[in-house]
Structure formats: C-alpha cells, structure tokens
C-alpha cells in the first residue's frame, strides 16, 4: 500500500520560494509508468496540476507555473520536493502529492494515491 506525505512550512512570505517535500513508502518513485505529481487547491477554486516527475527523472510543468516551478527528487530517501518561487498571495493553497498512473494525468482527486494535503498560506 503506498503512501505519501506532505511536509513543509504552512507559511510563506510573498516574493519568498515555497518549498515542499513529499516522502513515500510502500512503493519506489522509480517505478514506471506512474507520473510522480503535485497539484494544488485554492480556496473556492478546482484543482490545478503543477506538473510532475517520471521514473526516468524527466519533468512536466504546467506552462501557466513553468517558469517558477522546479520539482526534483531524491531516489536514496525516496521522496520528490516541489520548489515555486515568487509567490504571491494567490499561490495560497491545500498542496497535495500523489502518484497517478500516467493516462489518469488531470483526471481528478478519485484517481491515484494521494497525500493528505497540506495548507500554505502566502502572507505577510
């Protein structure tokens, strides 16, 4: 049974880089054929795909966020962090991680093992 975990700062201050960690046990982020994710909830607001990392290491971003998003991983502790710099108060969120098999990508929250979610909060 897999599982992941969010962890990070609740808090962020604008202009600031949003750092998060998700660690994962009972399955290896090197398996394939799964899309290694994070996504995001605003308040009021459906979900919004950050992008994610393959087994092989590869990258997507979505191209709204791509230019300050970075999502990278660490296969000897096996977990996979998410870096997005800049943010303002309208990155405030519930931040989740979640494996999806690759052709359940954007289907929805049923879809894959996720995290619980964690809130960040962009404020001064």
């Known amino acids: 049974q897999v599982q992941l975990q969010e962890s990070g700062p609740g808090l962020v201050k604008p202009s600031q880089t949003l750092s998060l960690t998700c660690t994962v046990s009972?399955?290896?982020?090197?398996?394939?054929?799964?899309?290694w994710s994070w996504i995001r909830q605003p308040p009021g607001k459906g979900l919004e795909w950050i992008g994610y990392?393959?087994?092989?290491?590869?990258?997507y971003y979505n191209p709204s966020l791509k230019s300050r998003t970075s999502i990278s991983r660490d296969t000897s502790k096996n977990q996979f962090t998410l870096q997005l710099s800049s943010v303002t108060p309208e990155d405030t969120a519930v931040y989740y991680c979640a494996r999806v098999y690759y052709s359940d990508y954007e289907k929805g929250r049923d879809f894959g093992s996720w995290g619980q979610g964690t809130q960040v909060t962009v404020s001064s």
């Open positions: 009972g399955g290896s982020i090197t398996t394939a054929y799964y899309f």
């Open positions: 990392i393959r087994s092989s290491g590869t990258t």
